[in-house]
Nanobody, 116 residues
Framework: QVQLVESGGGLVQAGGSLRLSCAAS????????MGWYRQAPGKQRELVAL?????????ADSAKGRFTISRDNSKNTVTVALQMNSLKPEDTAVYYC????????WGQGTQVTVSS
């Protein structure tokens, strides 16, 4: 069974930091791109950052310079982390872990709330 399990969301003041983590298991994700999307109330889900199997990355303009995505490929579980620094109230959203093989897989989402 494929699972993407997220952790690390929460409430933080503007300027603070959070680290999100996603553990992917149940299928071989080590060779697939993975990343993080977010969805704020009333808005469409948007890509925040992605990382390919070789380590190359892409970031949304809003995340550049503040967020860092990383991955750790182990034998049975791939972990993808998103380090978020200098958080702003507009970063408030539900953050979803994502992985893509022949189809997209999503985690259950974790709430990030940044207070001003």
């Amino acid at each position: 069974q494929v699972q993407l399990v997220e952790s690390g969301g929460g409430l933080v003041q503007a300027g603070g930091s959070l680290r999100l983590s996603c553990a992917a298991s149940g299928i071989i994700f080590s060779n697939t791109p993975m990343g993080w999307y977010r969805q704020a109330p009333g808005k469409q889900r948007e890509l925040v950052a992605l990382i390919r199997s070789g380590g190359s990355t892409n970031y949304a303009d809003s995340a550049k310079g503040r967020f860092t995505i990383s991955r750790d490929n182990s034998k049975n579980t791939v972990t993808v982390a998103l380090q978020m620094n200098s958080l702003k109230p507009e970063d408030t959203a539900v953050y979803y872990c994502w992985a893509s093989t022949t189809r997209a897989y999503w985690g259950q989402g974790t709430q990030v709330t940044v207070s001003s």
